[in-house]
């Protein structure tokens, strides 16, 4: 069983940066991809963006490319999600995730993560 705690998030000015991080329990964090999905009021959980398990490929949603990075902390059982030039349509719900089945690939399909963290309210103003 892995558990996700996250952190971070807040309320911030558009063009302004969060850094949400999300630490991981139990199993070998090392062997899983992770990733970073956002769910605004009355619309699907989309995703965000992904690193594998070796942290030898990354991806991101073209919303948020250029502007979000994501990374892994291995000694610490962490990843973080460095959030910069934020735009109010990225007010949202943010979760991170767990993908057992995958170290070299990654996915963004929601249905595809095993486990979730509790969510962190991201709100931007204008």
């Known amino acids: 069983q892995v558990q996700l705690i996250e952190s971070g998030g807040g309320l911030v000015q558009a063009g302004g940066s969060l850094r949400l991080s999300c630490a991981a329990s139990?199993?070998?964090?090392?062997?899983?991809?992770m990733g970073w999905f956002r769910q605004a009021p009355g619309k699907e959980r989309e995703f965000v963006s992904a690193?594998?398990?070796?942290?030898?490929?990354?991806y991101y949603a073209d919303a948020v490319k250029g502007r979000f990075t994501i990374s892994r902390d291995y000694a610490k059982s962490t990843v973080s999600l460095q959030m910069n030039s934020l735009k109010p349509e990225d007010t949202a719900v943010y979760y991170c995730?767990?993908?057992?089945?995958?170290?070299?690939?990654?996915?963004?399909?929601?249905?595809?993560?095993?486990?979730w963290g509790q969510g962190n309210q991201v709100t931007v103003s204008s």
């Open positions: 690193r594998s398990g070796n942290g030898g490929t990354t």
């Open positions: 995730a767990a993908d057992s089945q995958r170290y070299y690939g990654l996915t963004s399909l929601a249905g595809e993560y095993d486990y």
């Open positions: 139990g199993r070998t964090f090392s062997n899983y991809a």
